[in-house]
């Protein structure tokens, strides 16, 4: 396979709030696609971005007595612990009151305005509308800042869009008694001139039912995006047939980048908060020091956007017809997934105490990749809800991670470190030979299951083989081996194979658990980013194991239940391995001794080899 270059963004988060964990859930399953791609040996530059416009951070900026450009940029900086804490590397981070973004979207706004007659004419119009308006705050209200008496079942304090009793659907100047929800003064009706995107002219409906039904689409959501074209519901709950145009603009005061031309009126934020994607690509590429034209016009380059089912019209229609037709490059394909909930299908509420938030979580010292595991083996294709329970995510890190496939490498490297001076020998016996034969013959069926986001199938092949290997060491027990010295040989190579076998297991597992995958790296010199998961014969052989390193971070990140050390360079000191945690803690490296526990495989206990050095 040639190699890809691919951009790849996550949805925006509205900067009115920290993350919650469905946004770190949809990062770490960009970020897995991302890291196996990369491992594939192509090129990717994987971006996000803070949405920062419109009225409810406008209003929620006045509130706290601040502008909004601070209001995003006190968020914006609480966003670092969330990315590191899980892993989650982007390549940027952007917002989308950045210059760039400001630029890019009047320019695509521009280029939709100014189509010549000669293709069919501009896909901009202009028309007055009525719309409520606050007259002690002085400003239009969005329909969401509009409550009152819910029309149908009449219901008191529902919104102006649709009431949550009922579920009706409503235009505001249908709501009985209404009045704002920002002075509780009652709205009056004042007519604004709005701009629309004209999406049901026949040029757009023409192009997006190619685009939305030409089969790149999930099945799932192809078919909910065709209703779409025949049916719709109007704000007033009537249905009208195809696509409506769409209200971009709105009016001062409103925290927003300015239509071109047309002063006192702003870009409605759906308008520009895609434009953010690009806005962070063509800042990442000037920090680089490249030319984004030039990137962009590269036909091999593939577009793909990881977002959440309830954004799904604005990425399917309005987000491909507004790049088509301004002369872009529209993306490959659009990557839905469902929401994350609680305790089979709950969904998630700060207020029932049902939430999982992604800071407190880190901060009990809970393993970042345990979750990145445990939503990896929840995650498919499919525009589906994933639902999080504590004792399946408990069971699923035990059984899997700790009992399968941590314990393989804990039941060689005592044995390794102790009788072999860590090294690896490189025969493995006919049995051995043919059991990692049998793991590197999965590689394909693990590939296309990332390339392919099923990540629940590919940890299930995975954890496959630990069981494979882990038969493999109940078949020939080292622990039974190392009683007598006449079995040396046997049992050197049966520890081999299962430092081989581990390491191509976090090969494997690398794209999901990144920093456990380093770790291995260090401790069995291989190459996780060898590109094709191509295994190096060679490079497995005559290894030698890092002295004590890896099974003593395992141990102790176990029996606290801490976070994985980061390996760093080796300490300037002592000239070994040394890690973020240590350093945080000491300040320098220390060694000491424990005493002697049996590393001998007791049912997936890991206990540390004799004379490991600890850093304490
Ligand atoms: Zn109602």
């Not at 590429?285 to 990137?295: I, P, Q, S, T, V």
């Not at 207020?351 to 901060?363: A, E, F, N, V």
């Not at 976090?506 to 790296?521: C, D, G, I, K, T």
Request: aromatic share 10%.
């Amino acid at each position: 396979m040639s190699q890809r270059q691919l951009f790849v963004t996550t949805a925006l988060p509205y900067a009115n709030g920290n993350f919650h964990i469905g946004h770190i859930m949809e990062y770490i399953q960009a970020d897995i696609w991302v890291r196996f791609q990369r491992m594939q040996g192509h090129q990717v530059d994987f971006v996000g971005a803070d949405d920062t416009h419109g009225a409810p951070i406008m209003i929620a900026a006045e509130k706290a007595g601040i502008t909004p450009q601070q209001f995003v940029a006190n968020i914006a900086a609480g966003r670092k612990p969330y990315l590191d804490g899980f892993h989650i590397q982007f390549d940027n981070w952007h917002s989308t009151d950045a210059p760039e973004n400001h630029e890019l979207a009047r320019q695509i706004y521009r280029d939709l305005r100014d189509i010549p007659e000669s293709q069919g004419g501009s896909l901009i119009e202009r028309r007055t509308i009525d719309q409520f308006f606050d007259p002690e705050k002085n400003m239009f209200l969005p329909d969401r800042f509009i409550k009152g008496e819910c029309p149908k079942c009449h219901a008191h304090d529902q919104y102006g869009d649709n009431c949550e009793v009922c579920g009706a659907v409503y235009a505001p100047t249908d709501l009985i008694n209404p009045f704002s929800a920002l002075s509780g003064a009652k709205p009056e009706l004042k007519s604004s001139e709005h701009f629309f995107f004209k999406l049901s002219d026949p040029r757009c409906v023409e192009f997006l039912e190619k685009w939305t039904q030409d089969g790149k689409l999930q099945p799932e959501v192809a078919n909910k995006v065709k209703e779409w074209f025949t049916v719709r519901t109007n704000p007033d709950g009537t249905t009208s047939e195809g696509l409506g145009d769409w209200d971009i603009s709105r009016d001062a005061p409103y925290f927003g980048i300015e239509i071109p031309d047309a002063p006192g009126k702003y870009f409605y934020v759906w308008l520009d908060a895609p434009v953010g994607y690009l806005a962070s690509l063509k800042n990442l590429l000037d920090k680089r020091g490249e030319n984004y034209d030039a990137y962009m016009a590269n036909d091999k380059l593939e577009q793909y956007h990881f977002i959440g089912k309830d954004i799904v019209t604005f990425h399917t229609l309005f987000w491909p017809a507004m790049l088509h037709f301004s002369g872009r490059k529209t993306p490959n394909n659009v990557f839905v997934h469902g929401f994350l909930t609680v305790n089979n299908g709950e969904k998630m509420s700060k207020s029932r105490g049902t939430g999982l938030d992604p800071l407190k979580y880190l901060s009990l010292g809970m393993n970042p990749e345990w979750l990145r595991y445990y939503l990896a083996t929840k995650l498919n294709n499919k525009n589906e809800d994933v639902d999080f329970n504590a004792e399946d995510f408990m069971l699923r890190v035990n059984s899997d991670l700790i009992g399968k496939f941590v314990n393989i490498a804990s039941r060689a490297a005592g044995f390794l470190t102790k009788r072999f001076e860590g090294k690896l020998t490189q025969s493995f016996g006919d049995q051995g030979t043919a059991l990692l034969n049998d793991i590197h013959a999965a590689k394909d069926n693990i590939a296309q299951a990332y390339d392919a986001r099923e990540y629940g199938k590919a940890a299930r092949e995975i954890m496959l083989l630990a069981d494979k290997v882990n038969s493999y060491v109940d078949q020939h027990k080292p622990w039974d081996l190392a009683k007598d010295t006449a079995n040396n040989e046997a049992l050197h190579q049966v520890c081999s194979l299962l430092i081989n076998a581990f390491a191509e297991l976090s090969r494997y597992l690398a794209p999901v658990l990144p920093a456990l995958a380093q770790a291995v790296e260090t401790f069995t010199g291989t190459s996780m980013q060898n590109p094709r998961w191509r295994r190096n014969r060679s490079r497995h052989q005559h290894r030698r194991l890092c002295q004590g390193g890896f099974a003593h971070c395992r141990n102790r990140q176990l029996r606290s239940g801490g976070r994985l050390h980061q390996t760093v360079a080796p300490h300037a000191g002592c000239g070994r391995r040394q890690n973020a945690q240590c350093v945080q803690r000491r300040g320098q490296h220390v060694q000491a001794r424990r005493p002697q526990r049996q590393a001998d495989g007791d049912g997936g206990q890991l206990g540390p080899a004799q004379d490991e050095v600890w850093c304490v």
